[in-house]
């Protein structure tokens, strides 16, 4: 029988941030006004190694996980995430993939598709410069980013997705160019709903913009027609353009919640499982790993939260719950 939790739930999906650190500051996710450059990161002994990761991804699939996403922070700044890739590649039947921020994809797009890797989303949210300084936070040149969709378009990591968060009056004036831009290139475009992650962003739910909104923006100048979701448990809205020039999505997680489709685990930095974005407690596995817990320990350790898993933050979303302590973007992974 397949491991489902109190809602009926199976666990398909996998999130592994392979390090807390990140060399933007993007304003929704680690702001630089909070710790300036230095957030209080995790300590190189304190994050999982490569053979602890593999372990446990191994543990996973075997409890029915079919898709594992490598994430962070930034994931291409964990020193030879290749040797990591090339060891999760090996595991038969996996969807590999891994969200970056494509800025140092330039140099590293041919080792990564070398080591194993099919395929990749990057994060990057308006093509105008200043507006992109603005939500990255360091004033990082939006062209290096666009060098790296290049470089891993040019080394066949396709499809690539496209993820840009839509913060209301920050760079909402820009989903128009960035669909006009990725239109018929063969790159899916996905517009994320601005949520309230961790403590530090100061969410306000007037600065999200509607999924509805988004699409009624590109559907004026582009129409568009919804599609079928490609599996159960996909968190994105699909459409084509009707001139068959490519599709969009929107991921709305705060207007049209999916938690009751919601199939993801997420394991942080330092081996640490969460069965929800904004869970507050979660479980170590590091500590089971490191004290010589078996494969079947931690299997059932895993089975046995997930099985009593209930969480479904996203529909119970309310100015109380926003005010909750959560865990940050940056350690879990988005
Ligand atoms: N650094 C990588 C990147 O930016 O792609 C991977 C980690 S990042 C936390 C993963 C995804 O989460 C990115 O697409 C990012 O835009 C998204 N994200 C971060 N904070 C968010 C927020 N407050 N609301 C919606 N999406 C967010
Ligand atoms: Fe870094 Fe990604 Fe967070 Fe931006 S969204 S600060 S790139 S981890
Ligand atoms: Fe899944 Fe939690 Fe997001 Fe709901 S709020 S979709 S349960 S991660």
Same mark, same amino acid.
């Given at each position: 029988?397949?491991?489902?939790?109190?809602?009926?739930?199976?666990?398909?999906?996998?999130?592994?941030? #392979?390090?807390?650190?990140?060399? /933007?500051?993007?304003?929704?996710?680690?702001?630089?006004?909070?710790?300036?450059?230095?957030?209080?990161?995790?300590?190189?002994?304190?994050?999982?190694?490569?053979?602890?990761?593999?372990?446990?991804?191994?543990?996973?699939?075997?409890?029915? #996980?079919?898709?594992?996403?490598?994430?962070?922070?930034?994931?291409?700044?964990?020193?030879?995430?290749?040797?990591?890739?090339?060891?999760?590649?090996?595991?038969?039947?996996?969807?590999?993939?891994?969200?970056?921020?494509?800025?140092?994809?330039? =140099?590293?797009?041919?080792?990564?598709?070398?080591?194993?890797?099919?395929?990749?989303?990057?994060?990057?949210?308006?093509?105008? =410069?200043?507006? /992109?300084? &603005?939500?990255?936070?360091?004033?990082?040149?939006?062209?290096?980013?666009?060098?790296?969709?290049?470089?891993? =378009?040019?080394?066949?990591?396709?499809?690539?997705?496209?993820?840009?968060?839509?913060?209301?009056?920050?760079?909402?004036?820009?989903?128009?160019?960035?669909?006009?831009?990725?239109?018929?290139?063969? =790159?899916?475009?996905?517009?994320?709903?601005?949520?309230?992650?961790?403590?530090?962003?100061?969410?306000?739910?007037?600065?999200?913009?509607?999924?509805?909104?988004?699409?009624?923006?590109?559907?004026? *100048?582009?129409?568009?027609?919804?599609?079928?979701?490609?599996?159960?448990?996909?968190? $994105?809205?699909?459409?084509?353009?009707?001139?068959?020039?490519?599709?969009?999505?929107? $991921?709305?997680? #705060? &207007?049209?919640?999916?938690?009751?489709?919601?199939?993801?685990?997420?394991?942080?930095?330092?081996?640490?499982?969460?069965?929800?974005?904004?869970?507050?407690?979660? &479980?170590?596995?590091?500590?089971?790993?490191?004290?010589?817990?078996?494969?079947?320990?931690?299997?059932?350790?895993?089975?046995?939260?997930?099985? *009593?898993?209930?969480?479904?933050?996203?529909?119970?979303?309310?100015?109380?719950?926003?005010?909750?302590?959560? #865990?940050?973007?940056?350690?879990?992974?988005?």
């Amino acid at each position: 029988m397949r491991l489902a939790d109190l809602q009926g739930r199976p666990l398909r999906d996998l999130r592994i941030s #392979v390090t807390d650190r990140c060399n /933007f500051r993007c304003v929704y996710c680690m702001p630089q006004q909070i710790f300036g450059v230095d957030y209080p990161f995790l300590k190189r002994e304190e994050l999982l190694t490569f053979e602890e990761i593999d372990r446990l991804a191994r543990i996973f699939v075997g409890l029915g #996980v079919e898709k594992i996403r490598l994430t962070g922070g930034e994931p291409l700044m964990r020193r030879d995430i290749e040797i990591l890739l090339e060891m999760l590649s090996c595991i038969p039947g996996i969807d590999l993939t891994m969200t970056t921020n494509g800025s140092l994809l330039p =140099h590293k797009a041919r080792g990564l598709r070398d080591a194993g890797l099919k395929r990749i989303s990057v994060s990057l949210d308006s093509l105008d =410069h200043e507006i /992109f300084a &603005t939500m990255n936070g360091l004033e990082y040149p939006v062209e290096r980013v666009l060098e790296g969709i290049e470089a891993a =378009h040019a080394v066949g990591l396709m499809p690539i997705k496209i993820n840009m968060v839509v913060k209301r009056g920050v760079n909402d004036g820009s989903i128009l160019s960035m669909a006009s831009r990725f239109r018929n290139r063969g =790159h899916i475009l996905r517009f994320i709903e601005y949520m309230d992650v961790g403590n530090t962003n100061g969410w306000r739910l007037d600065e999200v913009v509607p999924a509805s909104a988004i699409i009624n923006i590109v559907d004026d *100048q582009y129409p568009l027609e919804a599609i079928e979701p490609n599996y159960y448990g996909e968190v $994105v809205r699909r459409y084509r353009y009707k001139d068959g020039r490519g599709e969009i999505g929107v $991921v709305a997680s #705060v &207007t049209q919640p999916f938690c009751a489709d919601c199939t993801r685990a997420r394991l942080s930095a330092k081996g640490t499982l969460y069965t929800c974005l904004f869970a507050s407690s979660a &479980t170590d596995l590091r500590e089971l790993l490191r004290s010589g817990a078996t494969d079947d320990e931690i299997a059932a350790i895993v089975a046995s939260v997930w099985s *009593q898993r209930s969480d479904r933050y996203s529909e119970i979303r309310s100015p109380d719950t926003a005010r909750m302590p959560k #865990v940050e973007m940056s350690y879990i992974g988005g």
